[in-house]
């Protein structure tokens, strides 16, 4: 009974974390710096997939799309420049679409468990399966940044708190579904595709997070496995 008011108590306070961070040290700025006038070292590739024309220069228009795009995601600094952030942002994104309806083409997620809920490290994506069947998903997500990795393995849906409060973090977990300690599937407000990362959550969007709170229960399986990208 001691073990299972620690295993609660750890869920109740300690959350997985819904602040965007800045890609380097200190917080976003009040205001952004200048538009950058320099072209990137992802140019063309940031431009093709902004649907700009693709010639590797930077020009007034190009900033101001690469600005949104940064803006958007909460990449700082949002200055327009075609870095190696924005772009990897950007990559994941078409990798995430390329799975298409079939995210467990691989068979890395076991298909001999019922009713599941799968989560891609690499590709940070999320999707919950029945047997072979696809249930619901593919949806992208936000998971542990460097230094606080989402841990992999086989877990269970242990406890459920829809509208759960961290006080760790000072921040609100709605649809909270703990699987590992104090690593939970819940919604957050920013972009899940804000770099670095969670501190080992599971980010989801509204919508997403409310989806999985219907079609997930306590004791259900979730199997995460992969290695997100920078850790």
Request: glycine fraction near 12%.
């Amino acid at each position: 009974m001691g073990a299972v008011r620690r295993r609660v108590g750890a869920a109740l306070g300690v959350a997985g974390m819904v602040v965007p961070l800045a890609v380097g040290l200190g917080s976003a700025p009040a205001q952004a710096a200048a538009c950058s006038t320099q072209a990137g070292p992802h140019q063309k590739q940031v431009e093709k997939f902004l649907g700009r024309p693709v010639d590797g220069r930077q020009s007034s228009a190009d900033c101001a799309a690469i600005r949104s795009f940064q803006t958007k995601h909460g990449i700082y600094p949002n200055i327009g420049y075609a870095g190696p952030v924005t772009w990897g942002v950007m990559d994941l994104m078409n990798k995430q679409k390329a799975a298409g309806s079939n995210p467990n083409a691989a068979g890395k997620c076991p298909t001999d468990k019922g009713r599941i809920a799968c989560v891609d490290l690499t590709r940070q994506l999320s999707w919950i399966q029945d047997g072979r069947k696809l249930k619901y998903g593919p949806v992208p997500v936000r998971t542990g940044r460097n230094g606080y990795e989402t841990r992999t393995g086989a877990k269970k849906i242990y406890h459920r708190n829809i509208n759960h409060w961290s006080t760790l973090y000072n921040v609100a977990m709605p649809y909270s579904q703990f699987f590992d300690g104090g690593q939970a599937f819940h919604s957050i407000s920013g972009s899940v595709w804000s770099p670095p990362g969670s501190h080992g959550c599971v980010n989801m969007r509204k919508g997403e997070a409310k989806k999985y709170w219907s079609l997930l229960k306590k004791g259900d399986d979730v199997f995460v496995y992969g290695r997100k990208p920078g850790t």
